[in-house]
């Protein structure tokens, strides 16, 4: 939530952990200091209206765990919240950015859309008022049961109060954050909140897990892009996350501003980079969302040129870039990615030299990690200043041989000599 304040509500926070015997040995919860309520009374409006009352403390849970959280609002309209009156009951529903208006979360729900089953009202509604009648002048101090997912990392919660078939009240941007620890107990690297500028768009039916997934891939990779390669896009942008329908040949694609990711389609249901020896098929959803992030991010930057011009530099350094994201924030040890690379590399039916994947892609050559070994390995060491100068250089009209030579010291020749060697020896 958007606020700073020191002082801690007075409010109990319960915790029933989902497995007691891993908890006790390695994983302890804790609630952090409630929000404290403004000293000053809000201005009473005429009709329905809500002001910020106060909340419990932000959570660190255990994967599986869950807790009670408490969020109060004051009611400063000049009309009263009747519990069970369509058009006059209060409620907390799920709002932008995460999950979105009215859509799933993977921290809580009523089981559908695969939201866990926590106790909520709806998998949309988030807890209703408490008591039969709030009026005008009173506080509602609403009370919901939030539940870790599996995958250890950051999640929020955004929440706007409404009045069930009238009218959403006041957003002043409330949110819930839940820090997911990891199964020993540690902390894993916090992620941030989306990045400025990206509106997600959420189609119905869309479960709450994928849309927890494109986000925490989102916020992956622009976190690795402000730490480690001079900034994340600040332009607007569109994700567009829906199941789609079986003719969608693509399940993540880019094009201009917006990339879109179908849940149905099998690269993104049962992801083949997923194995018992790489890392788990969230995981994998998490990278591909990372992934087209970091084709926004080359559009911004160069334009299409950056972003498909050159097919094996802009694949692989949304692969390499995306991938990296996941190491610094402690989700893929680097030794599963080299297992998988080489794997990849030596179960390919077609050895297509680098230089053919200027234009092409053919899947039996498997690309998509001949590319990533290239940038990652050879062309990354030099530092990640000189990919985004390459990008900025084609964007702005240069052609991409002498662009390569300027940004990276060698000619594409040289390099495409120096990788068939490199490659040789990486699979020996």
């Not at 002082?7 to 926070?13: K, M, R």
């Not at 390459?390 to 000599?417: I, K, L, M, N, P």
């Amino acid at each position: 939530m958007r606020f700073l304040a020191a002082v801690s509500l007075v409010i109990a926070s319960l915790i029933a952990p989902a497995n007691p015997k891993a908890e006790l040995a390695t994983c302890v919860p804790s609630i952090g200091p409630g929000i404290a309520p403004p000293s000053a009374t809000p201005t009473k409006l005429a009709g329905f209206h809500a002001a910020w009352h106060g909340q419990s403390g932000y959570m660190r849970l255990c994967p599986g765990g869950n807790a009670t959280a408490t969020l109060a609002y004051y009611n400063s309209g000049s009309l009263g919240w009747v519990a069970g009156r369509m058009g006059q009951a209060a409620y907390l529903g799920t709002w932008d950015s995460e999950p979105g208006q009215d859509q799933p979360s993977i921290l809580g729900g009523d089981g559908q859309l695969g939201s866990p089953a926590s106790g909520w009202p709806r998998f949309n509604r988030i807890a209703q008022q408490p008591a039969a009648y709030v009026g005008p002048g009173q506080v509602a101090w609403f009370q919901f049961s939030l539940q870790a997912p599996s995958l250890p990392g950051t999640y929020r919660l955004y929440v706007r109060p409404l009045i069930e078939g009238a009218t959403w009240l006041e957003d002043i941007g409330v949110f819930w954050q839940v820090l997911v620890l990891n199964p020993d107990g540690s902390v894993p690297t916090p992620t941030p909140p989306d990045p400025v500028g990206v509106t997600f768009r959420i189609d119905a039916g869309t479960y709450a897990k994928d849309i927890a997934l494109v986000h925490q891939g989102v916020q992956h990779a622009s976190g690795f892009l402000d730490s480690f390669a001079g900034g994340a896009r600040r332009k607007p942008a569109v994700v567009h996350v829906y199941p789609g329908d079986g003719t969608q040949r693509y399940c993540c694609l880019t094009v201009g501003d917006s990339f879109e990711i179908v849940t149905t389609n099998p690269a993104w249901a049962r992801p083949p980079a997923a194995a018992p020896d790489t890392w788990t098929a969230d995981t994998e959803r998490t990278e591909l969302a990372a992934h087209e992030y970091i084709h926004l991010w080359q559009y911004a930057i160069g334009g299409d040129t950056c972003m498909v011009g050159v097919r094996w530099i802009a694949e692989g350094m949304a692969e390499s870039f995306a991938y990296r994201s996941l190491i610094a924030d402690g989700l893929i040890p680097a030794a599963n990615l080299d297992t998988f690379t080489r794997r990849q590399l030596t179960t390919a039916s077609n050895h297509a030299t680098l230089q053919s994947l200027e234009t092409v892609f053919p899947g039996d050559a498997n690309p998509f990690a001949v590319s990533y070994l290239a940038v990652d390995r050879l062309l990354a060491p030099k530092g990640l200043s000189t990919i985004r100068d390459w990008c900025a250089r084609v964007g702005a009209g240069q052609e991409w041989h002498q662009a390569f030579a300027a940004a990276f010291g060698e000619t594409t020749t040289a390099f495409y000599s120096r990788f068939e060697v490199f490659r040789a020896e990486y699979v020996r």
